[in-house]
């Protein structure tokens, strides 16, 4: 197979050696968003059933608030460069989950560029533009997409580490379309992964790579054709339990690797032990949330 930089294979057809794909340094920005209007109104996902109206508002703003300093220290050590911080607008009650809205990069030449997102609920459309204006204000080019309805971000997609390859989830709440548009635009390889349970509707909750070689997944979540795929991409795989993939929400973890310093930091969903232990054994510090709410 030739390798084109625009080139979107699925996983269960991949032949990509990573080793022939360019470097890419990983992002040192962190943006959170504030929860000021968080609540559970409607049901996007399984695990909002039964919980609309039911928030308590004062306990996540305070889980929000210990993240937010667990950043801030990041930031003070030098493991990452800057916190920024985004108000929550009225209206829009998920757009604390600030992962979702957009996908952001940088070129090859050194370009900062944006791709806003395309959100399947109309009540999260609605935030997608308070997302372009902060991006505007950093010096982004804003980019948009013209084929694909639907398309969920940095909650489907997913850098290889120091790689420019992007993993593409797709089934739930980005098509699959969408990532031959996205291999354009930003003249990357794309692999796409293909979701099949509900409880996995994006990609980042399912599926966490480490490093180059290191990745963790919940394999019953991925279709079976798509993780042999995925075999051949990374050499260590690490399955997390059923239990703390899905109670536990451990693959949303957020891996933050310091190039400069060596330093490897993740923060994680407080009380998933397993996954803790396999990150430590793999050189991460290790940062326990309580966001349970």
């Not at 950043?71 to 050590?77: D, M, T």
Request: charged content about 30%; proline content about 3%.
């Amino acid at each position: 197979m030739q390798h084109r930089k625009n080139m979107v294979v699925k996983a269960s057809e991949v032949q990509l050696d990573i080793n022939n794909i360019a470097a890419r340094k990983e992002p040192r920005r962190v943006l959170m968003c504030s929860p000021d209007y968080f609540d559970v109104v409607d049901v996007k996902n399984p695990y909002m059933e039964g919980n609309a109206g039911k928030i308590d508002k004062m306990l996540a703003c305070k889980q929000w608030a210990f993240l937010k300093e667990g950043y801030a220290k990041l930031v003070e050590n030098g493991v990452l460069e800057k916190f920024i911080e985004l108000n929550g607008a009225e209206g829009c009650e998920d757009m604390v989950f600030a992962a979702n809205q957009s996908f952001p990069w940088i070129t090859e030449a050194g370009e900062k560029v944006v791709i806003m997102s395309k959100m399947r609920h109309a009540s999260r459309q609605k935030e997608v533009p308070f997302f372009e204006k902060l991006y505007a204000d950093h010096g982004y080019k804003i980019m948009h997409l013209k084929k694909t309805k639907l398309f969920e971000g940095m909650g489907d997609a997913i850098p290889h580490p120091g790689k420019s390859l992007i993993y593409g989830g797709y089934g739930h709440r980005s098509n699959e379309d969408a990532y031959q548009e996205i291999a354009e635009i930003l003249n990357v390889p794309i692999v796409t992964i293909e979701l099949k349970d509900s409880r996995f509707y994006h990609l980042d909750t399912c599926f966490l790579p480490l490093d180059k070689n290191t990745v963790m997944l919940f394999p019953e979540a991925i279709t079976a054709e798509d993780l042999k795929g995925i075999r051949k991409l990374f050499k260590n795989l690490i399955v997390v339990s059923e239990e703390e993939a899905v109670h536990g929400f451990a693959l949303n973890a957020h891996v933050i690797s310091d190039q400069a310093s060596g330093r490897k930091v993740a923060l994680i969903q407080k009380g998933s032990k397993k996954t803790v232990t396999q990150l430590k054994e793999n050189g991460f510090e290790v940062i326990e949330a309580d966001t349970s709410e």
